[in-house]
């Protein structure tokens, strides 16, 4: 012990904080890193906090949290300048359904009715319009509601205060099993699920902190790749589902992560053209060497 009666440095924990957009399946990877003491062996004490998706870049930039979730709006924030680094990409691509009311049986019937999207122009509003287009249905003809967050878009359809939502696993089995329609999904493009990404003075001066975090998260798509029905549980203490709704998150969503965290630049790019209206050059975009010294880690062991 110090003279001062306090424990070394070296057994001191470090907090870190994330913000999430929403208590969902996709979170998986965060639970499983701190139920699992993934997190705590890394020597780290993780906060959540959920958040509005087009708060998260300032929540990063204002140093509120170490690390976002919200892929759309936080890369967009990129784009428009502010120093913020995707350092691991969770999933290339979200698997988004477009359900309807019940009475529709086809896009073409949508005309005029209403979509209700988490944030204009986020990542549901975007695949959403993909999906319309991919059935010939011009998104153009459809009115464009914010209602929030996946739980809310389910509440809003269900109420009939809008008439077709993109919404990605489980809520997308909960509605199907409540009658409501899918016209189309998953897209074979989409755009990426949760990433982590981090300001850029965080990253420079806190470097083994992020390599830490992401060695945890690294160890979680592991274990959830090869721990099918352990997963499956740990979802069904997270969130208020049926076995049967957490299989099915599992089989669509959770399968698709990443083994490495990583994305290649080509991928990125065709993010960028899909999302900017301006472009940047890649080394402004990403930095994902943290990501593979954490992966070298967990592959010897360490």
Avoid at 98 to 117: D, I, M, N, S, W
Avoid at 127 to 149: C, H, T, Y
Avoid at 261 to 275: P, R
Wanted: charged share 25%; hydrophobic share 40%.
């Amino acid at each position: 012990f110090t003279p001062t009666g306090e424990a070394p440095a070296a057994e001191a924990t470090q907090k870190v904080r994330f913000v999430h957009a929403s208590r969902s399946n996709s979170m998986a990877p965060k639970l499983i890193a701190q139920s699992k003491g993934f997190f705590r062996a890394e020597g780290l004490e993780t906060e959540m906090i959920q958040m509005n998706p087009r708060l998260a870049a300032t929540a990063l930039v204002s140093g509120e949290a170490a690390f976002a979730d919200a892929f759309t709006s936080v890369f967009r924030g990129i784009l428009q300048g502010f120093p913020i680094k995707i350092v691991f990409v969770h999933q290339k691509k979200g698997p988004y359904f477009l359900l309807a009311r019940p009475e529709f049986k086809g896009v073409q019937q949508l005309k005029g009715k209403k979509l209700g999207v988490a944030t204009l122009r986020g990542s549901d509003h975007l695949v959403a319009e993909e999906l319309l287009q991919s059935k010939g249905f011009n998104p153009s003809l459809i009115q464009v509601l914010a209602v929030g967050d996946a739980a809310t878009r389910f509440q809003s359809l269900s109420s009939g205060a809008v008439d077709v939502i993109a919404v990605g696993t489980p809520h997308d089995l909960m509605l199907r099993q409540k009658g409501f329609s899918v016209l189309a999904g998953p897209p074979e493009v989409g755009l990426p699920g949760a990433c982590v990404f981090t300001p850029e003075p965080f990253l420079r001066e806190n470097p083994q902190t992020v390599r830490k975090t992401l060695k945890a998260l690294l160890r979680a798509h592991r274990y959830i790749l090869e721990n099918r029905q352990e997963t499956i549980q740990a979802l069904l203490q997270w969130l208020p589902q049926t076995p049967e709704v957490a299989a099915h998150s599992y089989d669509f969503e959770l399968k698709t992560m990443t083994k490495d965290g990583l994305m290649s630049d080509a991928e990125l790019e065709a993010v960028m053209v899909k999302l900017g209206d301006k472009k940047r050059p890649l080394d402004e975009v990403r930095d994902f060497s943290l990501a593979r010294q954490a992966m070298k880690e967990v592959e010897a062991g360490k």
